[in-house]
């Protein structure tokens, strides 16, 4: 009878409709959930999330629709009889069919109910990409005051950026330096401008070629936008295509294309900056002191400015051939345009680099290469911050004038305040001048603006060394290896931590594991002074006499510290000083050499020297 036929809503239940769609859509969500979690694991692209996501919404309807017109019985899918019909399933088969789906639902639920736990016990427990008010951090790793301690999620600033390398397609190797040139100068252009982070070459370039999602750039690097493009030049044209992204989500805030002659290349820059600092709403600096800088040859030569990038791709690989090969691009740079300023200032940084990074067996003529080049560029460009950067590294590693090294870097920093170069310098110097706590303070901003440079994070780690901050001097210096393995330095770096911690057995273990050379030595001959063979370590002890007597004697004065003998670690302190040793610049945070400090021969040695007699670092126990 009409009567008994069930209404639509009735006819939905007896079908399941409801119990699919429960199903389907508690399902859908989990596979959201999982494939947000894991797809940018597999760097698969951000498009992929949002198409599964499309996928599940449409699929909805049509699940639906399968549920009303299809039934599940014992013998399998069928098309669903009418309620009145000879062949329509009977009342206990629908329970049957009922049960079977609300344990579908069941098993799916808790599912969701284990990721959503999940999520919140272990993801929101995990070290995010911290940052202080003023700085964002993208690294593995957080730290108390140096940066904000485990368990802070500070919001990656919205104003900030990184500028990767804008891929070469012109065909040519060559031309890589060209389109290197280009985003080298955006960053600088982009850095001019206030409340903008923005992220340096150093760590930008390294994503070059990168299959990573921009998701997963933006949180590594701690920035909100990508600016990313291509270069193609044909003869004397160029085309450039320039987009900003939403790291987060990859979607496009600005993008355009410029097909310009390739003289024109320098305005097309200054377009680009223009049209990015808009899109992020973004002013120029107008701090005191403040004056826009710029890496490009007066004379707007090309050939001069990619010589000089050509120079600065050299430069980038921190060897003994680099430097050389920076040298020869540089001197390049200056011959096609000789009042090229920043390319005397980066001459004059190559030549300290090969005098006191590489040590050869007599540095005057580099010294004096660079002394020469430093003061060329400040008398073509006073303004010039890389100048003034370039005179601190003389008068700091080379001269020991602390007094001068810091003016000429706070001068540096007052002409470019975002610069992390100039940031670096003067935590240098006044760590050198005892004021580790300051230097520190600085380093935050100097990793913050370069989160994937190993050598920072290994300055960051002799600051926090300094202060007696061992767990987080641990934690930078495992992020400078991680960054940089092969690395020189950096374990006779956590040897030195070791030793402060009274580890004898890990602090050897850990000296071994420096690369073979000078440096393993010291690391070795430390950390055997702390352990119970002392034959072994006065054998150290004369090895390393024997070998460096000439260009470390202040690692030698280190190890008579460490010995409890004042007298020889005096001695040696004094040849340091006449040999000019760089060591002489960490005296005032050396918790080795600190143990000594209320010594009056200690006063007496800093007076000497031009240092303060008192330092803010802890002295080994």
Request: with cysteine.
């Amino acid at each position: 009878m009409a009567s008994d036929r069930p209404g639509f809503l009735e006819e939905l239940k007896r079908r399941h409709v409801w119990r699919v769609a429960i199903a389907y859509a508690v399902a859908g969500w989990l596979l959201v959930q999982v494939a947000t979690q894991l797809f940018p694991f597999f760097n698969i692209p951000n498009w992929a999330v949002r198409l599964v996501v499309l996928l599940i919404v449409i699929g909805f309807p049509i699940a639906v629709a399968f549920a009303w017109v299809y039934e599940l019985t014992p013998e399998g899918l069928r098309r669903t009889a009418p309620f009145d019909s000879p062949d329509a399933r009977s009342e206990t088969e629908g329970r049957q069919i009922g049960r079977k789906l609300n344990a579908l639902i069941l098993v799916v639920l808790v599912l969701a109910v284990v990721l959503l736990g999940w999520r919140v016990l272990v993801l929101k427990r995990a070290p995010q990409p911290a940052q202080s008010s003023a700085v964002s951090v993208a690294t593995s790793s957080a730290f108390a005051d140096a940066m904000p301690s485990p368990g802070t999620s500070a919001a990656i600033p919205p104003k900030s950026v990184a500028v990767l390398p804008f891929a070469n397609e012109s065909g040519k190797p060559d031309e890589q330096y060209f389109s290197d040139g280009l985003s080298e100068d955006l960053i600088t252009a982009l850095s001019q401008f206030a409340g903008l982070k923005v992220i340096s070459r150093n760590s930008a370039f390294q994503f070059r070629d990168s299959r990573d999602s921009s998701a997963k750039i933006g949180a590594l690097l701690g920035v909100a936008h990508l600016l990313e493009g291509s270069v193609q030049r044909a003869g004397d044209e160029v085309r450039i295509t320039a987009t900003l992204v939403n790291a987060v989500d990859g979607s496009i805030l600005w993008s355009q294309r410029y097909d310009k002659p390739y003289k024109d290349l320098f305005a097309l820059q200054d377009a680009i900056t223009q049209s990015v600092a808009d899109a992020l709403k973004a002013k120029l600096l107008t701090t005191d002191g403040a004056v826009v800088q710029s890496d490009r040859p007066p004379s707007g030569n090309l050939a001069a400015y990619i010589a000089y990038q050509r120079g600065a791709a050299y430069r980038a690989l921190h060897t003994e051939g680099g430097s050389r090969g920076a040298i020869a691009a540089y001197d390049e740079a200056i011959r096609l345009d000789p009042n090229y300023a920043a390319a005397y200032a980066r001459l004059s940084g190559e030549f300290v680099a090969l005098a006191i990074g590489f040590a050869p067996a007599d540095a005057t003529a580099e010294i004096a290469k660079a002394r020469a080049a430093a003061a060329k560029a400040l008398a073509l460009n006073s303004n010039l911050a890389l100048a003034h950067l370039a005179q601190a590294s003389l008068l700091l590693t080379v001269d020991m004038d602390w007094t001068g090294a810091e003016a000429a870097a706070q001068h540096a920093l007052q002409l470019a305040p975002n610069d992390a170069g100039a940031q670096a310098v003067l935590a240098e110097v006044l760590s050198a001048l005892g004021q580790n706590q300051r230097a520190l303070a600085l380093q935050r901003h100097v990793i913050a603006n370069d989160p994937r440079s190993a050598g920072h994070w290994g300055e960051l780690n002799v600051y926090l060394t300094a202060l007696g901050r061992l767990e987080e001097a641990r934690r930078a210096i495992d992020q400078a290896i991680a960054l940089q393995p092969g690395a020189t330095v950096f374990h006779e770096q956590l040897t030195v931590i070791t030793i402060l911690r009274g580890d004898a057995k890990t602090a050897l273990a850990t000296a071994h594991q420096e690369p073979p050379g000078p440096w393993r030595d010291v690391a070795m001959a430390l950390a055997l002074q702390i352990g119970s063979d002392r034959k072994a370590a006065d054998a150290a002890l004369k090895k390393l006499i024997a070998s460096i007597a000439q260009s470390g004697p202040y690692q030698i004065a280190e190890i008579y510290a460490l010995r409890s003998d004042p007298d020889d670690m005096f001695k040696w302190l004094d040849r340091a000083w006449t040999n000019r040793d760089p060591g002489v610049t960490y005296l005032l945070n050396d918790p080795f050499i600190l143990r000594y400090q209320h010594d009056p021969r200690f006063a007496a040695f800093c007076r000497k020297v031009g240092l303060p007699t008192t330092t803010d670092a802890v002295a080994m126990k």
